[in-house]
């Protein structure tokens, strides 16, 4: 089993900055997939960003693209989240993903995130 830890979110004004943290410990030795995804109240759960642990390469959702970045440190197993230029839309409680070859997926228990205007 893979537990993730996260860490980072808050309350912060439109046009602001957070960086979410996400920490994987236990059988992580086959990592596929990391990344990020957000619930607002009465909607589904939807795809933010994500990163391949192999090349590195990242997928952003349109709505984020050119403000979030995500990025990953091997050594500690950890996947981040920049977000800038904050909308209030942005508001919502973000879950961190992690999916292994198998495909086994674990997920973390969420950090909210406010954007007010």
């Known amino acids: 089993q893979v537990q993730l830890v996260e860490s980072g979110g808050g309350l912060v004004q439109a046009g602001g900055s957070l960086k979410l943290s996400c920490a994987a410990s236990?059988?992580?030795?086959?990592?596929?997939?990391m990344g990020w995804y957000r619930q607002s109240p009465g909607k589904d759960r939807e795809f933010v960003a994500h990163?391949?642990?192999?090349?590195?390469?990242?997928y952003y959702a349109d709505s984020v693209k050119g403000r979030f970045t995500i990025s990953r440190d091997d050594a500690k197993n950890t996947v981040f989240l920049q977000m800038d230029s904050l909308k209030p839309e942005d508001t919502a409680i973000y879950y961190c993903?992690?999916?292994?070859?198998?495909?086994?997926?674990?997920w973390g228990q969420g950090t909210q995130v406010t954007v007010s205007s």
């Open positions: 990163i391949t642990w192999t090349d590195g390469a990242t």
């Open positions: 993903k992690y999916t292994s070859y198998g495909p086994r997926v674990s």
């Open positions: 236990g059988r992580t030795f086959s990592t596929y997939v």
